[in-house]
């Protein structure tokens, strides 16, 4: 069976994601320092300092580079997701891991409401490994106020709209992220979940 490693670094949604590849067909273990895994996911719920703090506090830094070198697929999913990219503005900027070219930023939202919570729906902008059997403007669940802005175009694999349209799902190689919640988005986000353990095996 496929086996999963769920980073525990203290700011993410760990069980819901956990049931969530399971269900999915994974095997999954919890870990802060991950051991040889078939795949990587990185959640994260809250700051973006904050966690990239703890994630260069627990060496995860060099172990997600090492494995992305390595060719481990890779999946951040929210905060997660945002960790991946050079930098973010978020609480005065911080470092990312610099797995991907961009910054995240906060959302241009036009006067409507931030976090950016609830259902919306996604439209894939090119092929991609995760989402062939899930049709484009199927909706998925979001908590976020910020997104990021790839520096490469061809990194961007899906994008929705709060206010102005804004990235939320990006693809290069092995390393997949998306800013909404999968394990929260019914079958819909399970297909993508099941996408990415079948990518891993």
């Known amino acids: 069976m496929t086996r999963i490693a769920v980073i525990d670094y203290g700011m993410g949604n760990l069980r819901s994601v956990a049931k969530a590849l399971e269900r999915a067909g994974a095997q999954v273990e919890v870990e802060a320092r991950p051991g040889p895994a078939d795949g990587l996911v990185l959640p994260g719920v809250g700051a973006f300092p904050k966690a990239m703090e703890r994630v260069r506090e627990l060496g995860l830094d060099r172990l997600i ?3 992305v070198a390595a060719g481990v697929p890779v999946l951040g ?6 960790l991946l990219f050079e930098r973010s503005e978020e609480l005065g900027g911080g470092e990312g891991l610099g797995i991907l070219g961009g910054e995240v930023r906060r959302l241009p939202a036009d006067g409507l409401k931030l976090p950016h919570i609830g259902w919306e729906p996604v ?3 090119r092929e991609g490994a995760l989402c062939g059997s899930v049709a484009s403007g199927t909706a998925f669940y979001f908590v976020h106020s910020f997104a990021p802005v790839p520096a490469d175009p061809a990194d961007a694999l899906g994008t929705a709209v709060h206010g102005e349209r804004f990235v939320c799902a990006v693809e290069r190689g092995s390393v997949f992220g998306f800013q909404f919640h999968p394990e929260k988005s019914s079958a819909a986000g399970l297909a993508l979940l099941a996408a990415f353990v079948e990518a891993c095996r």
């Open 123 to 125: 439209r894939w902008e």
């Open 77 to 82: 999913i929210c905060l997660g997701m945002q």
């Open 65 to 67: 580079g090492e494995r």
